[in-house]
């Protein structure tokens, strides 16, 4: 099993190991909570040949977070995507199913 996070590590350890260990794993961990961010989702077609794209623009993160965002994003949605410019932009029209995520993270959509 590939630990995605320390809640997997606390379903396999016992309590008395975890306690020896003494790791300390909160009860409940979020991924990039947005904490009321403002970040505004919209649906792009100019200049892809007619394809569109969503787009989430307002998040003021460094590039590796933005990178760790758009693949949780992408894997909810089931799309391909990039990060460009600080832009995350996923592949079709999203923007129902990236909103309800991003929510779910803490941000506000706009």
């Known amino acids: 099993m590939k630990l995605r996070s320390l809640s997997d590590l606390k379903q396999i350890l016992p309590e008395s190991e975890?306690?020896?260990?003494?790791?300390?794993?909160?009860?409940?961990?979020t991924e990039h909570s947005g904490k009321g961010k403002i970040v505004r989702v919209s649906l792009?077609?100019?200049?892809?040949?007619?394809k569109?794209?969503?787009?989430?623009?307002?998040?003021?993160?460094?590039?590796?977070?933005?990178e760790d965002i758009a693949r949780i994003?992408?894997?909810?949605?089931?799309?391909?995507?990039?990060v460009k410019d600080g832009v995350i932009e996923i592949q079709g029209?999203?923007?129902e199913n990236i909103s309800k995520k991003l929510r779910a993270m803490e941000y506000v959509v706009r």
């Open 52 to 66: 569109s794209v969503t787009v989430v623009t307002g998040l003021q993160h460094n590039p590796e977070t933005l």
């Open 18 to 29: 975890r306690n020896a260990l003494k790791i300390n794993i909160p009860a409940h961990t």
């Open 44 to 50: 792009e077609t100019a200049g892809r040949k007619g």
């Open 93 to 95: 029209d999203q923007r």
């Open 73 to 82: 994003l992408k894997q909810h949605c089931g799309a391909g995507g990039t």
